[in-house]
């Protein structure tokens, strides 16, 4: 039989901590916003960054704990996401005065939900004045309530990948192209599908940005009927898309694939037997149905 040691430790009260709310930003310049329960302007392409400021009773937590000093506690916040299988933290020292800790997700790496934790914990292995004080790395004093946020895809749904074409062998005068990659459409789409943008192709760049100017939102308009366009190239030699179905989960390639096809009102199974039977009739309902060379409505 396997032993089991157990370590008990001392824990914090709630009352040693007073966390402000959530805060997050779309890039390292722009303004912190309060989270609500969706984060909008959501797109693959942007490091999205969670955070929040707290206060610690530095000494009463010591005392409660049984330890000497305040560099051995940390503050913590963690992005918890299920759909991409991504756990990311980044931990901070308490000082007496008001602490800031932020908390990053690098592009393509999360997708359709997020929980926000947070919580106290010591940052360093450590001697203590008794039996019960923490004294391990890592110890979790003290976790916060966890906090869902749904990410709303105000741009592409699809993982995105800038690069060099040119130095990574790919043709390079194209702005992008779509790898689709999965063995059953029940696959996650978020592991499945990625979008490669040409760094080295301004409309590829102009694509990436944030701007709202008239290149860059027609450079928009002309990668989403691509994608759109390349998507259903892909699944059109699947012959498990020829009949209409239903999926289980939205999140997989099948589930995704529906809802882009509603867009044109059509079935995924349809939208393939058009662009074998009729190519030009689908590319003008793509068009129509996503906007070509116009800009996204505000």
Request: charged share 20%.
């Amino acid at each position: 039989m396997t032993k089991v040691r157990l370590q008990p430790h001392k824990e914090l009260d709630p009352s040693v901590w007073a966390p402000g709310p959530w805060l997050v930003r779309h890039s390292a310049g722009d303004e912190a916003v309060e989270v609500g329960q969706m984060v909008r302007d959501f797109d693959y392409a942007t490091t999205l960054s969670f955070g929040f400021s707290v206060t610690v009773d530095v000494a009463s937590a010591l005392a409660t704990l049984g330890l000497e000093s305040s560099s051995t506690i940390g503050v913590y916040a963690a992005i918890d996401c299920e759909a991409s299988s991504l756990r990311t933290t980044s931990v901070v020292p308490v000082d007496e005065a008001t602490s800031e800790v932020w908390v990053e997700a690098m592009p393509g790496t999360i997708a359709g939900a997020v929980a926000l934790q947070r919580g106290l914990v010591t940052i360093a292995a450590l001697g203590s004045r008794s039996a019960l004080s923490p004294h391990r790395f890592g110890t979790r004093l003290l976790d916060g309530a966890s906090v869902t946020v749904t990410l709303e895809g105000g741009a592409s749904r699809f993982p995105v990948e800038a690069l060099s074409f040119r130095a990574a062998g790919l043709p390079a005068r194209a702005a992008w192209l779509l790898d689709v990659v999965y063995e059953e459409p029940s696959d996650r789409f978020l592991g499945a599908v990625r979008l490669r943008v040409n760094t080295d192709h301004p409309a590829g760049v102009a694509a990436l940005s944030r701007d709202r100017t008239s290149e860059a939102e027609l450079a928009r308009s002309a990668l989403r009927v691509d994608v759109v366009r390349q998507m259903f190239a892909h699944l059109s030699r699947d012959e498990r898309f020829a009949e209409k179905q239903r999926w289980a989960d939205d999140d997989c390639i099948g589930g995704v694939a529906e809802a882009i096809a509603s867009v044109m009102s059509e079935s995924v199974s349809t939208v393939c037997a058009m662009l074998r039977d009729d190519p030009v009739g689908l590319d003008a309902l793509v068009q129509s149905a996503f906007g070509y060379l116009a800009p996204t409505e505000a």
